[in-house]
């Protein structure tokens, strides 16, 4: 939503009729609120976050870790990489230090789009998403696979001539291999112009082993109806194919670039970002 009244059509578009919620079937960015502490959960979502607990145990803490993965993106690119325009696909519900939060406190003119697909996400998005006066935010309801709804609605509020980092958090797990999540992310990247960024958390199947991958796979499956995908080191590395990679490179969300004192515990996923050149 943008700053004022002359929202974009398509984004207006998305707005006027929510689709229906239903409460009876577990979703990720309502599972994912739960396992941080929020309230816009069901109990569908509330039993599916049990479910995965007893797999993974320290599941919660993953999810901590990812947030403030980024959080210390975002930091890192409206600060030292001078980014002005994110696009961030897979918003998940509200909380605390949101992107554009993030980014619009080191430059208020910073330009963000949030894309997701959930109706209580969406619902969120119109009263809490709102930018300050110098910035801007919108929203689009879609699925990351289609990419030229997000594209063509993003162009209405973001300047694809100017660099745009684009984050991917936590999402791409939610997208199997049969449906080319690689290809996906380089039609995304293909987008943009040089000096634009790619930034990615993800789930990772060679730090959880085969017995919980398979365990979360079933829950995954039978609470989520949808097919959750882990991807190793390497799968994960392929996404910044022709990127440059910023420093440490892939590593798990902790890891990247602490803030001092941050968490020691380790988790199950891995992040990196890139830099197209």
Not at 126 to 148: F, K, M, Q, W
Not at 223 to 245: C, K, N, P, S
Request: aromatic share 6%.
């Amino acid at each position: 939503m943008t700053s004022d009244d002359t929202a974009p059509e398509a984004s207006r578009a998305g707005k006027s009729e929510p689709p229906a919620i239903d409460v009876s079937v577990a979703h990720h960015a309502r599972i994912y609120d739960y396992l941080l502490g929020g309230k816009d959960n069901y109990a569908a979502d509330r039993e599916a976050a049990h479910a995965i607990r007893e797999i993974y145990p320290d599941v919660a803490n993953a999810c901590r870790a990812n947030r403030a993965f980024l959080g210390r993106v975002v930091r890192y690119l409206a600060g030292e990489a001078g980014i002005r325009q994110f696009l961030d696909i897979g918003t998940g519900i509200p909380t605390a230090e949101n992107t554009h939060q993030v980014a619009q406190t080191i430059a208020p003119e910073t330009r963000v789009v949030y894309v997701d697909n959930d109706p209580i996400v969406l619902s969120h998005a119109r009263a809490l998403l709102v930018s300050n006066s110098e910035g801007a935010t919108d929203y689009i309801d879609s699925d990351l696979r289609d990419t030229p709804t997000i594209l063509g609605g993003a162009r209405q509020l973001l300047d694809f001539t100017e660099p745009v980092a684009v984050t991917l958090i936590a999402i791409l797990n939610a997208i199997p291999d049969a449906d080319d999540p690689h290809a996906i992310v380089a039609t995304l990247m293909d987008a943009v112009p040089a000096g634009s960024y790619l930034a990615i958390s993800h789930p990772g199947g060679d730090l959880l082993g085969r017995e919980k991958q398979g365990g979360l796979m079933d829950v995954s499956k039978r609470m989520l109806g949808d097919q959750h995908a882990f991807r190793t080191l390497d799968q994960i590395a392929r996404f910044f194919v022709g990127l440059e990679l910023v420093e440490p490179g892939v590593v798990r969300a902790e890891e990247w670039r602490p803030d001092p004192g941050g968490a020691a515990d380790k988790s199950a996923v891995w992040a990196a970002v890139g830099r197209k050149r």
